[in-house]
């Protein structure tokens, strides 16, 4: 009887394991053949010339030859971080890398990527624009069709369209869409609901938003400033060393008058930030208020409909299916409900029910625009080209031949209603809350050719970007554009290091751009003086290391002996917005730093450098710099 239940059950077993393996069975589409793949390469003319650096110099007849060979040589050097941006833009990338991956593909199906790309690729992508991203597709098909074991299974053909769903997915979070997601998604979030401005009442329940902190600067120089009559322009994003947002060095030529050379991302089709023979310009991040979050009031009776303007409207739901790795060839098919309102991808959370609408949402023209830019000759065709208004967020340092600089604080300014608090949340039962468009590019905050013949940002306000008289003003714009108004100490800096008068040379803009200090005024110095006001004469080795931190003279150079104390002592009030981890208070900071340094470096004044570090395989070399420096090391 007992062997009879044991083989039962092992028959159960196997019936079971079988199931599984039917239910789970879902392997990936084959690879087309190369001969397919590589078909339209013979349509491209293109020649790859790499320097000493590596960097390609890629010739073609036409722009559509550049656009395939930019492909081309950056599969040759980054082929697996291309085919992982195309698979989490897809919305497939669950299928290839697991549980954590799907998290981004639901991400896709929430914003409607897809859904985009079909409702609006066809009408509003212009016939060249498609023709060039179809050249740059046909490079990667070409690599594939060469390097099949390199190829992830199913992802050929590449195709134009993930273009544009990389650009629609990606940019938003660069202005920090992602904390929006995260704000609502927190299970211990507080509504700060901003309420009707004719009520006469503030909000209620305000809890704080965090900015993170930046590391990217740009420098523009007018030549009446510069002592050699020269315009000259700083480009120095900086971005992680690997990964989908790392920068790749390309010069692009084409015999219609193509000729760029500056960075892209991964799986971009053009120069997004560089210089031509005409002109050039740098990429800083930005951080304006561009998404708003609605609380929807949901019917009680119906968990699926929300209150707008005194009815119950049902919410769009829609199933989205989400691959997940398992292993080999099986998968498990995971099922979400994918919700949306007419204000936009609705979440459910915790707390509440959520809308959200944000720049970005249908931005189908970024690649016409960043086209026209690099083609651009002059001021006047570069503002075209910018007037076409497509790219969410992100600041502009702008300069040319002709004289000509520029700060262009860029965004999609939501066309919002006048008068309401939109840093809040906003009552999501109203529909004239729910704004449609965007504010006019004439709108944008631009400076122009400022009297001192200097420009610049550091992932700061758009109302100091030069050291003259004429900087914007901040009555200048409305508040529900939500402009953003923090410096940075990058910022701060670069205003102590300038007077508006002195020649900003070659080497006097160089050595700003490597100045290893901190400024009065910001993160680090707050800190440092409310450690210094403390009484610390109770304890004779605290009040030595107080006396030590009181010689700092905020220089973060690697031989410095007093920077690995200051660093440490601040270095969690200048980064708690990047990480969102409160700062310590400032005494217990700097008792940290303390014993932090006697444990482990068996003293409080070792060089800076013997603490910070540069590691990259066997290289381990002393570095100079700091968190939010304009050197900035993190």
């Avoid at 339209?40 to 320097?51: G, L, T, W």
């Avoid at 892209?264 to 740098?282: D, E, K, T, Y």
Wanted: net charge negative; with cysteine; hydrophobic share 40%.
């Amino acid at each position: 009887m007992i062997k009879k239940i044991l083989l039962g059950l092992g028959a159960l077993c196997l019936v079971a394991i079988l199931g599984a393996g039917v239910y789970t069975w879902d392997p990936l589409p084959k690879t087309p053949k190369a001969e397919d793949l590589s078909a339209a390469a013979a349509s491209y003319d293109v020649e790859i010339i790499r320097d000493t650096w590596g960097v390609p110099h890629i010739f073609g007849k036409t722009d559509n030859d550049a656009a395939f060979g930019l492909a081309y040589a950056h599969a040759e050097d980054d082929y697996e971080t291309i085919q992982e941006t195309v698979a989490a833009t897809r919305g497939v990338l669950g299928r290839y890398k697991g549980a954590n991956a799907a998290r981004t593909d639901y991400l896709i199906e929430l914003l409607n990527v897809w859904d985009t790309i079909d409702a609006s690729y066809e009408s509003d992508v212009p016939a060249d624009v498609k023709a060039y991203a179809q050249a740059y597709a046909d490079g990667l098909n070409l690599y594939a069709a060469e390097n099949p074991d390199a190829t992830w299974q199913g992802l050929a053909p590449f195709k134009p369209q993930d273009i544009f769903a990389g650009s629609l997915f990606r940019t938003p979070f660069f202005y920090g869409f992602d904390e929006t997601l995260l704000d609502v998604y927190n299970d211990e979030r507080i509504q700060s609901v901003s309420l009707d401005p004719g009520a006469g009442r503030g909000a209620w329940l305000v809890g704080p938003k965090t900015a993170p902190p930046r590391g990217s600067n740009a420098f523009a120089v007018a030549p009446q400033r510069s002592g050699d009559d020269t315009t000259r322009l700083i480009i120095n994003s900086h971005q992680p060393m690997t990964g989908p947002v790392a920068w790749w060095e390309a010069h692009m030529v084409s015999e219609e008058g193509l000729d760029i050379h500056g960075g892209v991302f991964p799986g971009s089709p053009s120069i997004l930030h560089g210089f031509n023979r005409h002109l050039g310009w740098a990429n800083t991040v930005s951080k304006p208020d561009l998404a708003d979050i609605y609380v929807l009031t949901i019917n009680p009776d119906n968990p699926d409909q929300y209150q707008l303007d005194g009815e119950w409207v049902d919410l769009e739901i829609e199933t989205a299916k989400l691959k997940v790795k398992l292993w080999g060839p099986f998968a498990l098919t995971v099922k979400q409900n994918v919700l949306s309102s007419k204000h936009g991808p609705v979440i459910r959370s915790n707390t509440g029910t959520y809308a959200v609408r944000y720049a970005g949402m249908s931005a189908m023209r970024q690649t016409e625009q960043r086209m026209r830019t690099a083609k651009a000759r002059n001021w006047d065709e570069f503002y075209a080209a910018m007037a076409i208004h497509a790219v969410p967020a992100l600041n502009y340092i702008y300069a040319d031949k002709d004289g000509v600089i520029a700060m262009i604080h860029n965004g999609q300014y939501p066309n919002r209603a006048p008068g309401w608090d939109w840093t809040k949340d906003i009552p999501g039962d109203r529909a004239d809350l729910i704004w449609d468009g965007y504010l006019p590019y004439d709108r944008v905050p631009i400076l122009l050719n400022p009297q001192s013949g200097l420009v610049f940002d550091a992932n700061n306000e758009p109302f100091t970007a030069t050291d003259g008289p004429d900087n914007l003003r901040r009555d200048m714009f409305p508040e529900s554009m939500g402009l953003q108004t923090d410096q940075t100490n990058r910022s701060l800096r670069i205003v102590e290091l300038t007077d508006g008068i002195s020649p900003m040379t070659r080497d006097a803009i160089l050595a700003i751009k490597f100045d290893n200090s901190y400024a009065r005024g910001s993160a680090a110095d707050r800190t440092i003086q409310a450690v210094l006001a403390e009484d610390w004469s109770a304890d004779t080795d605290l009040q030595a290391a107080a006396e030590h931190l009181a010689a700092w003279s905020y220089s973060t150079s690697k031989t410095d002996r007093h920077a690995a104390l200051g660093v440490l002592t601040t270095i969690h009030s200048v980064t708690e917005k990047l990480t969102g981890i409160p700062a310590p208070e400032p005494a217990d900071a700097f008792r940290q730093a303390v014993e932090y340094l006697n444990l482990h470096y068996g003293q409080i004044d070792p060089e800076w450098g013997e603490v910070n570090r540069l590691i990259r395989g066997d290289v381990n070399v002393p570095v100079s710099g700091g968190p939010d420096i304009l050197r900035a090391i993190y």
